[in-house]
T-cell receptor
Framework: KAGVTQTPRYLIKTRGQQVTLSCSPISGHRSVSWYQQTPGQGLQFLFEYFSETQRNKGNFPGRFSGRQFSNSRSEMNVSTLELGDSALYLC??????????????FGPGTRLTVL | DQQVKQNSPSLSVQEGRISILNCDYTNSMFDYFLWYKKYPAEGPTFLISISSIKDKNEDGRFTVFLNKSAKHLSLHIVPSQPGDSAVYFCAASRSNSGNEKLTFGTGTRLTIIP
């Protein structure tokens, strides 16, 4: 079974631009969660989608948004990029909503650099 | 407010010895704890977990200890092997709240010295 895939793997943008990241979950998984990893903050939860609905949201500004499609693929969008948005963005999939950590499978991440 | 803290950013251990990684949490509502391992250019992978009804869980070379009164958990790896060199994250969740998002620590980089 193929793992979680994320595209692109690397991205360089400038301040003020917007960016869209994509995540394809493991086949059969209906829940996708997004995390931001930075050196000083570790992994911080952004949001979770299940069956095309946002089920849970972390403490990030409204510039961070996401959506999930009927095939469970998910996209994350960041508008008006700031330097502090430079991070590794990870998505994780699980079969059920709010899957416990031991049933979440992470993708390799998208490394976003904002110049 | 960092609810899950890993106060040691890095740790170096001789191969064959015991590695002990520590994690503290502040939210007493957390009742499920996990450790993840992350290699460069890969996503975190689940390593071991423990429910708050237990104080120890063992899986091969890996043992997690939970001290609820101290709000502290630790991961023991024995014997340590070069392949254990990675960043280790602890995470916590509230399993019965319907809000099972994971709260992660900042990670500890473990280096095993051959």
């Amino acid at each position: 079974k193929a793992g979680v895939t994320q595209t692109p793997r690397y991205l360089i943008k400038t301040r003020g631009q917007q960016v869209t990241l994509s995540c394809s979950p493991i086949s059969g998984h209906r829940s996708v969660s997004w995390y931001q990893q930075t050196p000083g903050q570790g992994l911080q939860f952004l949001f979770e989608y299940f069956s095309e609905t946002q089920r849970n949201k972390g403490n990030f500004p409204g510039r961070f948004s996401g959506r999930q499609f009927s095939n469970s693929r998910s996209e994350m969008n960041v508008s008006t990029l700031e330097l502090g948005d430079s991070a590794l963005y990870l998505c994780a999939s699980s079969q059920t909503a709010g899957g416990r950590g031991d049933t979440q499978y992470f993708g390799p991440g998208t490394r976003l650099t904002v110049l | 407010d960092q609810q899950v803290k890993q106060n040691s950013p890095s740790l170096s251990v001789q191969e064959g010895r015991i590695s002990i990684l520590n994690c503290d949490y502040t939210n007493s509502m957390f009742d499920y704890f996990l450790w993840y391992k992350k290699y460069p250019a890969e996503g975190p992978t689940f390593l071991i977990s423990i429910s708050s009804i237990k104080d120890k869980n063992e899986d091969g070379r890996f043992t997690v200890f939970l001290n609820k009164s101290a709000k502290h958990l630790s991961l023991h790896i024995v014997p340590s092997q070069p392949g254990d060199s990675a960043v280790y994250f602890c995470a916590a969740s509230r399993s019965n709240s319907g809000n099972e998002k994971l709260t992660f620590g900042t990670g500890t980089r473990l280096t095993i010295i051959p």
